[in-house]
């Protein structure tokens, strides 16, 4: 997972990374950033996202 991460953008590796394996919460992570907890829940969100279509191709297109 971890060499996955390095795929990811800098902008949603960077969230991911401190929320995941820092353990901050969405709020710190905004004031370290210096952007909105919305931001922060959308940038992990969506390295959650990309990440397990890279752990796991084609299954987002099995359900289609």
């Known amino acids: 997972?971890?060499?996955r991460m390095r795929t990811l953008s800098p902008?949603?590796?960077e969230a991911l990374?401190?929320?995941v394996v820092e353990g901050l919460s969405?709020?710190?992570i905004g004031e370290i950033?210096?952007?909105p907890e919305a931001t922060v829940k959308t940038?992990?969100?969506r390295a959650k996202a990309q990440l397990k279509d890279q752990?796991?191709?084609g299954a987002a297109?099995?359900?289609a």
Request: aromatic share 12%; hydrophobic share 55%; net charge positive.
């Open 11 to 13: 902008t949603f590796r």
């Open 1 to 3: 997972v971890r060499e």
């Open 55 to 57: 752990l796991n191709p």
């Open 61 to 63: 297109h099995a359900m």
């Open 33 to 35: 950033l210096a952007i």
């Open 43 to 45: 940038r992990i969100h």
């Open 26 to 28: 969405i709020r710190e």
């Open 17 to 19: 990374w401190l929320f």
